[in-house]
């Protein structure tokens, strides 16, 4: 648990690089929420109102008053406050990602522990292929040519435009997770329409992050899996089920590490996923924002996405304690 006393410096590290990061973006946020046809005296009473004219430390340590008053700012161009804006578009992307990131460890290590155990077979060679090819392999660019040959060409995929069909009411909010709230309110039609738009982002994710977890996992358990213990148990009599359940579960530690960071990894890679499906979350937030120079957006977006890694992170060294109570983190 050394880790959590650090959080709050860390937040506040990311707030200050980000805070002046953001304010090095071209484009003047004032002149871009008049348009080119504003005068330049309603352009210096726009920046006035808005705080653009005090030096950059005054406007940080106003931003950060604010933050720690639980205010983020008002955005620019929706006009709502960032915080909910956020809560609002936060549901959509953990969706994604949290789907996405199950179905990569599913793919992930059952892969690499198949490989393993029948090394030589076509799952192996297949798997060598894959894992050289996934890491080369840009996400919007899969995501394209699914939408092409599934969707286009197929028709077996649904149209690549938000989180549910457009004749299909949205449950009642509960979780903001669609295929959750359709479950617990009874609207199956919503349930069904939410697993379909989610199939081509979260097959998109998987495709692309499921490689270096495979070779993560195989890498290790192949170590766990031809070690003396391993040989032990065998000349024992044990069970080749129960061995390789013991194998895997030795090698937990770097695989629940791997999986940690691809999770934190994913909230940055549905960026480009979430525009190519206009998925309506966070990651399209933050393009629009990056676009519009939207301060209050962009850096209520990156602060929470630092907050959400680190929480990530936190989870993690729990379970590593939990995989192997050995170690301390």
């Known amino acids: 648990m050394a880790r959590l006393p650090l959080i709050v410096p860390q937040m506040f590290g990311v707030m200050l690089v980000t805070f002046v990061l953001v304010r090095l973006l071209p484009g003047d946020p004032a002149l871009l929420m008049l348009g080119n046809t504003a005068t330049p005296e309603s352009i210096a009473a726009l920046r006035e109102r808005l705080g653009l004219n005090?030096?950059?430390?005054?406007?940080?340590?106003?931003?950060?008053?604010?933050?720690?008053?639980g205010d983020l700012g008002i955005s620019l161009f929706t006009s709502n406050p960032v915080a909910v804006d956020l809560l609002e578009r936060a549901p959509a992307?953990?969706?994604?990602?949290?789907?996405?990131?199950?179905?990569?460890?599913?793919?992930?290590?059952?892969?690499?522990?198949?490989?393993?155990?029948?090394?030589?077979?076509?799952?192996?060679?297949l798997s060598r292929v894959y894992g050289l090819a996934a890491g080369a392999i840009p996400d919007f660019w899969v995501g394209l040519l699914l939408i092409y040959f599934l969707f286009y060409l197929?028709?077996?995929?649904?149209?690549?435009?938000?989180?549910?069909?457009?004749?299909?009411?949205?449950?009642?909010?509960?979780?903001?997770?669609?295929?959750?709230?359709?479950?617990?309110?009874?609207?199956?039609?919503?349930?069904?329409s939410a697993f379909g738009r989610l199939a081509l982002p979260v097959l998109t994710l998987t495709i692309v992050n499921a490689g270096a977890l495979m070779k993560m996992t195989k890498t290790?358990?192949?170590?766990?899996?031809?070690?003396?213990?391993?040989?032990?148990?065998?000349?024992?009599?044990l069970h080749e089920t129960t061995i390789t359940k013991s194998a895997l579960r030795n090698s937990l530690p770097p695989v629940i590490t791997m999986v940690g960071f691809l999770f934190g990894f994913l909230l940055g890679a549905a960026v480009l996923v979430e525009t190519i499906f206009a998925w309506g979350g966070l990651g399209q937030y933050a393009v629009q924002a990056v676009i519009n120079s939207d301060y209050p957006a962009l850096q209520g977006f990156v602060l929470v996405a630092a907050g959400f890694i680190l929480i990530v992170y936190l989870v993690v060294d729990i379970l590593y304690e939990l995989a192997d109570p050995r170690i301390k983190v």
């Open 54 to 69: 005090h030096s950059i430390w005054e406007q940080f340590l106003r931003y950060a008053w604010n933050v720690l008053h």
């Open 154 to 192: 197929g028709g077996i995929a649904p149209a690549p435009f938000g989180r549910l069909d457009a004749f299909v009411q949205p449950p009642s909010h509960i979780t903001g997770f669609y295929t959750i709230d359709g479950f617990l309110t009874g609207n199956f039609g919503a349930v069904a």
């Open 220 to 237: 290790t358990f192949a170590d766990v899996y031809r070690s003396d213990f391993i040989k032990h148990q065998r000349a024992s009599g």
């Open 93 to 125: 992307t953990l969706e994604l990602i949290i789907y996405a990131m199950i179905l990569t460890v599913i793919v992930g290590v059952t892969v690499a522990v198949v490989s393993v155990v029948r090394q030589g077979g076509i799952v192996d060679h």
